[in-house]
């Protein structure tokens, strides 16, 4: 029989998700068994709605006393009655739906995109290589023996890090979408780990060169910020998230994550009675901007506090 009309449940960003054909009207929409389209929503009635032909020959929907009412998108208040013209976007429960005639124009034909870098394996490989390359490079400058197995214990272990969490993504990504994305995934965690490892080396820098070791929770905020777009980068690429949402979804789990293990220092120092806090980072020389204290005043400092120290 001839299709007069199409329903089309709608998912995320309008995307059609199931499109039903029908060749009758009118019709019924509702979760019953004797609906014409059944939709599987606890929140939509047993018969919902009604698609019917109006008196002009258009479509026309009819809410049938439902409990939830029936909605246009961009409209607040429920509907008893519509026209429809084809684009009219209705939500029944959860459920979004739009319907349609056989001769509405689709939009063009959409071209194949080509493989952008960050599907490449060039660059997987690159980005894998970067990570443990600067992590051994920088265990080998900080190492006290010459012995290999110190040198290279630290990239394994965070190599491994990262797999786990490339691993995660991708799975979660199969689960929602149906493929893994994993070669995107691997990238985004394999190049920025590195990026902000080499972040953390910037900061150290700066608080050494112009001895802002009391402005730490600046380099704090910073490298947050910095380690939060790993996070933000994996939700876009598995979730149909606005920008605003996965950036305050990504930079929360971080803040927690971060906030945590500050907590759980805090903590542990508590219960050191007479730890003292002090900036252990050591750089070249050449690197110092601000002028720090001379011999002769820390020597003079040193005194002072020894002189305190015996006194209590």
């Given at each position: 029989?001839?299709?007069?009309?199409?329903?089309?449940?709608?998912?995320?960003?309008?995307?059609?998700?199931?499109?039903?054909?029908?060749?009758?009207?009118?019709?019924?929409?509702?979760?019953?068994?004797?609906?014409?389209?059944?939709?599987?929503?606890?929140?939509?009635?047993?018969?919902?709605?009604?698609?019917?032909?109006?008196?002009?020959?258009?479509?026309?929907?009819?809410d049938l006393a439902s409990l939830n009412g029936t909605y246009q998108?961009?409209?607040?208040?429920?509907?008893?009655?519509?026209?429809?013209?084809?684009?009219?976007?209705?939500?029944?429960?959860?459920?979004?739906?739009?319907?349609?005639?056989?001769?509405?124009?689709?939009?063009?034909?959409?071209?194949?995109?080509?493989?952008?870098?960050?599907?490449?394996?060039?660059?997987?490989?690159?980005?894998?290589?970067?990570?443990?390359?600067?992590?051994?490079?920088?265990?080998?400058?900080?190492?006290?023996?010459?012995?290999?197995?110190?040198?290279?214990?630290?990239?394994?272990?965070?190599?491994?890090?990262?797999?786990?969490?490339?691993?995660?993504?991708?799975?979660?990504?199969?689960?929602?979408?149906?493929?893994?994305?994993?070669?995107?995934?691997?990238?985004?965690?394999?190049?920025?780990?590195?990026?902000?490892?080499?972040?953390?080396?910037?900061?150290?820098?700066?608080?050494?060169?112009?001895?802002?070791?009391?402005?730490?929770?600046?380099?704090?905020?910073?490298?947050?910020?910095?380690?939060?777009?790993?996070?933000?980068?994996?939700?876009?690429?598995?979730?149909?998230?606005?920008?605003?949402?996965?950036?305050?979804?990504?930079?929360?789990?971080?803040?927690?994550?971060?906030?945590?293990?500050?907590?759980?220092?805090?903590?542990?120092?508590?219960?050191?009675?007479?730890?003292?806090?002090?900036?252990?980072?050591?750089?070249?020389?050449?690197?110092?901007?601000?002028?720090?204290?001379?011999?002769?005043?820390?020597?003079?400092?040193?005194?002072?506090?020894?002189?305190?120290?015996?006194?209590?």
């Amino acid at each position: 029989m001839e299709t007069l009309i199409f329903v089309e449940e709608l998912g995320r960003n309008d995307a059609v998700v199931l499109r039903h054909s029908i060749d009758k009207l009118p019709i019924t929409i509702g979760r019953g068994y004797d609906a014409d389209v059944m939709i599987d929503d606890p929140h939509v009635a047993a018969r919902h709605l009604k698609i019917s032909q109006s008196t002009d020959g258009g479509l026309s929907a009819t809410d049938l006393a439902s409990l939830n009412g029936t909605y246009q998108i961009g409209n607040a208040k429920p509907i008893t009655q519509i026209d429809l013209h084809g684009n009219e976007i209705l939500r029944m429960g959860k459920t979004q739906l739009r319907i349609r005639l056989p001769g509405v124009a689709v939009a063009e034909e959409l071209p194949i995109p080509k493989l952008t870098w960050d599907r490449h394996h060039w660059v997987f490989i690159g980005a894998v290589v970067m990570l443990i390359g600067y992590i051994a490079l920088d265990s080998f400058l900080k190492a006290i023996t010459t012995d290999a197995t110190d040198i290279f214990f630290m990239p394994t272990v965070v190599f491994s890090i990262v797999l786990v969490w490339v691993l995660i993504w991708s799975l979660v990504c199969r689960t929602l979408n149906g493929y893994a994305n994993f070669m995107a995934h691997g990238i985004v965690a394999f190049l920025g780990v590195p990026i902000f490892l080499f972040g953390t080396t910037i900061t150290e820098y700066l608080n050494f060169a112009f001895d802002m070791a009391e402005y730490g929770w600046v380099s704090w905020l910073c490298l947050v910020a910095l380690f939060s777009v790993i996070p933000f980068l994996n939700l876009r690429l598995t979730a149909r998230l606005s920008r605003r949402m996965a950036a305050t979804i990504a930079m929360f789990f971080v803040v927690t994550v971060a906030g945590g293990l500050e907590a759980y220092h805090y903590v542990r120092d508590a219960n050191k009675p007479g730890l003292q806090s002090f900036d252990t980072t050591i750089k070249p020389s050449v690197f110092l901007v601000v002028k720090g204290l001379t011999l002769d005043q820390f020597v003079e400092n040193a005194t002072h506090l020894k002189a305190k120290a015996d006194k209590d």
